[in-house]
T-cell receptor, first 113, second 115 residues
Framework: DQQVKQNSPSLSVQEGRISILNCDYTNSMFDYFLWYKKYPAEGPTFLISISSIKDKNEDGRFTVFLNKSAKHLSLHIVPSQPGDSAVYFCAASGADSWGKLQFGAGTQVVVTP | EPEVTQTPSHQVTQMGQEVILRCVPISNHLYFYWYRQILGQKVEFLVSFYNNEISEKSEIFDDQFSVERPDGSNFTLKIRSTKLEDSAMYFC?????????????FGPGTRLTVT
């Protein structure tokens, strides 16, 4: 059941540059999308979300873009900082299964000095 | 900042034993959830709970699993007779009402090891 896919298992980026994380989904009933960050031995931490009625949401260094026609969303982190090194999960929820978050496999981000 | 807490952080149990994992959601939240992550796999939804009843459950959440909100602050997940394949990180989450309902806040997890 691969309704949410993150095809890049890892990403390495230099400090100060932009990190771009991608996520694809297949279920057209999804209407809310979230990004979580996870450090080892901790729970996922909510970062930013976007409703399907928008195509962009920005919060500080984090911006999420949604392309509904392509069933694709991305997370931009600008500028990247060493503390951003973590696993990032894309998650989605839909009107047909409210509250049930479907997670992607995650992308490990490493920010190098 | 309010946070979701979970106890214990690590639970080791023998196959066939019952375990109860405990969570204290954020105090003004009304929706509660359990997820699990088997090592190397995705985070998977188990169950959602609102107004003292299950709202939705996944295929994983069979008769061996149950949830309860025994008082105004705790939310528990019980596994009646543990199997080796129940070994995983179990995460509790909670969310608010209205527009905030989609944004689930997770606890640090309980690592369950079944031997």
């Amino acid at each position: 059941d691969q309704q949410v896919k993150q095809n890049s298992p890892s990403l390495s980026v230099q400090e100060g540059r932009i990190s771009i994380l991608n996520c694809d989904y297949t279920n057209s009933m999804f209407d809310y999308f979230l990004w979580y960050k996870k450090y080892p031995a901790e729970g996922p931490t909510f970062l930013i979300s976007i409703s399907s009625i928008k195509d962009k949401n920005e919060d500080g260094r984090f911006t999420v873009f949604l392309n509904k026609s392509a069933k694709h969303l991305s997370l931009h982190i600008v500028p990247s900082q060493p503390g951003d090194s973590a696993v990032y999960f894309c998650a989605a929820s839909g009107a047909d299964s409210w509250g049930k978050l479907q997670f992607g496999a995650g992308t490990q981000v490493v920010v190098t000095p | 900042e309010p946070e979701v807490t979970q106890t214990p952080s690590h639970q080791v149990t023998q196959m066939g034993q019952e375990v109860i994992l405990r969570c204290v959601p954020i105090s003004n939240h009304l929706y509660f959830y359990w997820y699990r992550q088997i090592l190397g796999q995705k985070v998977e939804f188990l169950v959602s709970f609102y107004n003292n009843e299950i709202s939705e459950k996944s295929e994983i959440f069979d008769d061996q699993f149950s949830v309860e909100r025994p008082d105004g602050s705790n939310f528990t997940l019980k596994i009646r007779s543990t199997k080796l394949e129940d070994s995983a990180m179990y995460f509790c989450a909670s969310s608010d009402l209205g527009a905030g309902a989609y944004e689930q806040y997770f606890g640090p997890g309980t690592r369950l090891t079944v031997t």
